[in-house]
């Protein structure tokens, strides 16, 4: 692992400016609306089971996807088409087997089964648009499956609905239990990933006493139905941290907010914070400074998400989106500590991203994984004790 700090700035080359502070040795795929599905220029249908299994697996086991459902769903998909209908059957075993353990008042057995079914339904529609209704219908019941294991996590979860534009930013709102008025971290999804999906991440952060509110922003899950994804993520946050301030109840200290970001979270989070400075503190793991400079890297499959949740017509729209989604003059603004974390084996974001990154901010450390891939899942248990210890040292 390679750590890089960067106050003060310095004129040095390639792999991130500011003082080495440490580098040793370390062990260790890429993440990932619109009318019609994604039809991307140069895709071999054939091949986009291998592509998934390849870029997905670490991921999802990271996230709670048994290893066993996920080798023998891939195994059994020989077409790209039943990737959504396969997983859709995954999730049902499971969501009988929490209905089962529900009628038998078997709480802590349903929960479980309940979130792996929902963790089934929305890798079922992750990047897969083959079907637009089942799509629509596997990203509903991942909510709402979800949705009712909420009161019964430990701890519980709270959904909030923070209005935002006609519609809302939908949240699941978690305390530790034992704290009185904890920090607050903001969990930012990314291109493809969902509030649903990050149950692991905020027990890193409820372990360690901090309130974790995890949302769908412009784009992400709830909301790609309402929203195309946006790069100007401050009016995201700061009409969100307004509402939360005219709460009185939530039991959190809004005085000491940080931010996660995830891939394309991590572009989000940054631009936020530079306008922002409620937010005190903010992670940015395996982000693109630039996506359009990433674009002709990009496997087909994400290029085909890319296409949906920017509601692009195709791929030529999308890509030329794709060069508005960047921090270009922005990371000079940031002022916060700003943690970026990143695995040189990233397949879909490469490290020379992450080194302008931290480079350009003020207040930066770069954490540079040798052997990570794009969010460092096949290391989670290094990458994620390292962002959840930083931002609790800096929040108090």
């Known amino acids: 692992m390679t750590i890089?700090?960067?106050?003060?700035?310095?004129?040095?080359?390639?792999?991130?400016?500011?003082?080495?502070?440490?580098?040793?040795?370390?062990?260790?795929?890429?993440?990932?609306?619109?009318s019609s599905p994604a039809k991307v220029e140069g895709d071999v249908p054939s091949n986009r089971v291998q592509v998934a299994a390849h870029h997905w697996r670490a991921r999802f086991v990271a996230n709670g996807i048994d290893v066993n459902d996920f080798d023998t769903t891939v195994g059994?998909?020989?077409?790209?088409?039943?990737?959504?209908?396969?997983?859709?059957?995954?999730?049902?075993?499971?969501?009988?087997?929490?209905?089962?353990?529900?009628?038998?008042?078997?709480?802590?057995?349903?929960t479980a089964a309940y979130q792996r079914a929902a963790w089934c339904y929305h890798l079922g529609k992750f990047l897969w648009f083959e079907d637009l209704r089942l799509h629509g219908e596997l990203r509903d019941r991942a909510v709402s499956v979800y949705g009712k294991t909420l009161p019964h996590l430990d701890p519980p979860a709270e959904r909030l609905e923070i209005p935002f534009e006609g519609h809302v930013i939908p949240g699941h709102l978690?305390?530790?239990?034992?704290?009185?008025?904890?920090?607050?971290?903001?969990?930012?999804?990314?291109?493809?990933?969902?509030?649903?999906?990050?149950?692991?991440?905020?027990?890193?952060?409820?372990?360690?006493?901090?309130?974790t509110l995890t949302i769908d922003g412009p784009g992400q899950s709830e909301n790609s139905v309402h929203f195309p994804i946006r790069v100007n993520w401050e009016s995201v946050i700061t009409p969100l941290i307004d509402d939360l301030e005219r709460r009185h109840d939530l039991g959190v200290d809004l005085n000491r907010i940080g931010l996660m970001g995830i891939s394309m979270g991590a572009i989000y989070g940054p631009r936020a914070a530079a306008y922002e400075t409620r937010l005190l503190a903010v992670v940015g793991l395996s982000g693109p400074y630039n996506l359009g400079e990433c674009w002709d890297?990009?496997?087909?499959?994400?290029?085909?998400?890319?296409?949906?949740?920017?509601?692009?017509?195709?791929e030529a729209e999308a890509k030329r989106k794709a060069y508005t989604?960047?921090?270009?003059?922005?990371?000079?603004?940031?002022?916060?500590?700003?943690?970026?974390?990143?695995?040189?084996?990233?397949?879909?974001?490469?490290?020379?991203?992450?080194?302008?990154?931290?480079?350009?901010?003020?207040?930066a450390t770069l954490v540079m994984y040798p052997d990570g891939n794009h969010v460092c899942n096949n290391i989670a248990y290094k990458y994620r004790p390292l962002m959840a210890d930083w931002l609790k040292e800096r929040l108090g």
């Not at 390639?14 to 990932?32: H, I, M």
């Not at 990371?331 to 480079?359: C, M, N, S």
């Open 297 to 314: 890297a990009i496997n087909p499959l994400t290029k085909g998400g890319y296409i949906f949740y920017t509601k692009s017509a195709d």
């Open 76 to 110: 059994k998909t020989m077409e790209w088409k039943g990737w959504g209908p396969n997983w859709r059957a995954v999730g049902e075993v499971h969501e009988a087997l929490g209905l089962d353990a529900e009628q038998h008042d078997r709480t802590v057995s349903a």
């Open 174 to 211: 978690r305390r530790p239990r034992d704290a009185r008025r904890p920090p607050l971290i903001l969990i930012v999804p990314g291109l493809d990933s969902s509030k649903e999906e990050l149950f692991a991440i905020e027990e890193e952060f409820l372990r360690r006493g901090l309130a």
């Open 325 to 363: 989604l960047n921090l270009e003059g922005i990371l000079d603004k940031i002022t916060q500590p700003l943690l970026v974390i990143h695995g040189a084996r990233d397949g879909l974001f490469p490290p020379a991203q992450a080194e302008r990154i931290a480079r350009e901010a003020r207040n």
């Open 4 to 34: 890089k700090a960067n106050p003060p700035p310095r004129t040095s080359p390639a792999r991130g400016e500011g003082e080495n502070l440490q580098s040793s040795p370390a062990r260790g795929d890429g993440e990932t609306h619109q």
